[in-house]
T-cell receptor, first 109, second 115 residues
Framework: GQQVMQIPQYQHVQEGEDFTTYCNSS?????IQWYKQRPGGHPVFLIQ?????EVKKQKRLTFQFGEAKKNSSLHITATQTTDVGTYFC?????????FGKGNQVVVIP | DAMVIQNPRYQVTQFGKPVTLSCSQT?????MYWYQQKSSQAPKLLFH???????NEADTPDNFQSRRPNTSFCFLDIRSPGLGDTAMYLC??????????????FGPGTRLTVL
């Protein structure tokens, strides 16, 4: 079945710095979605990427979908304490999502 | 506000005692999903309903069953919970029109503890 791998699994980020989290698949994805889960919360949809090479921005967050539609990245600039949480990528297809293991981000004030 | 509601939010049950978790949605979405999420792990899809069609994941134990009596409600039944079933159970919905996956809206989850 479809699998997506995320690296790194854990990150400690100084407040104000930038960081990137990566998502890779062995197969071509029809689309990729990113979710954020705060500690003790539930996954919340951030964005969906569909087109090869697509780049989308949401304020300090930049999402990219690779040309081959096998990888994606999320880059956050000027990290804030509210960015704490686990970021999941999920590969989409056939009405189901395959979630990566997530990147747990801790923000150091 | 349109939303996904799960009840109860917390459930404690004894080993082997059946438990039912419920999910309701006001989004009128045609697809409903049940996920199991253990501590510090990704959500694991158990099964989903596409309209009335039930789709089980190959590795979902027979101990887990589901019912969807109507568009708005979906239930997760655990027939004989084991200690390893302690987890957060997340319900999600989406409006899918066939093929591609669309945004999933998650409920707040039910945290189940099996003693």
């Amino acid at each position: 079945g479809q699998q997506v791998m995320q690296i790194p699994q854990y990150q400690h980020v100084q407040e104000g710095e930038d960081f990137t989290t990566y998502c890779n698949s062995s197969t071509t994805l029809s689309n990729i979605q990113w979710y954020k889960q705060r500690p003790g919360g539930h996954p919340v949809f951030l964005i969906q990427l569909v087109k090869s090479g697509e780049v989308k921005k949401q304020k300090r967050l930049t999402f990219q979908f690779g040309e081959a539609k096998k990888n994606s990245s999320l880059h956050i600039t000027a990290t804030q304490t509210t960015d704490v949480g686990t970021y999941f990528c999920a590969g989409g297809g056939n009405n189901r999502l395959a979630f990566g293991k997530g990147n747990q981000v801790v923000v150091i004030p | 506000d349109a939303m996904v509601i799960q009840n109860p939010r917390y459930q404690v049950t004894q080993f082997g005692k059946p438990v039912t978790l419920s999910c309701s949605q006001t989004l009128n979405h045609n697809v409903m999903y049940w996920y199991q999420q253990k501590s510090s792990q990704a959500p694991k899809l158990l099964f989903h309903y596409y309209d009335k069609d039930f789709n089980n994941e190959a590795d979902t134990p027979d101990n887990f069953q589901s019912r969807r009596p109507n568009t708005s409600f979906c239930f997760l039944d655990i027939r004989s919970p084991g200690l390893g079933d302690t987890a957060m159970y997340l319900c999600a919905t989406s409006r899918d029109t066939g093929g591609a996956s669309h945004t999933q809206y998650f409920g707040p989850g039910t945290r189940l503890t099996v003693l």
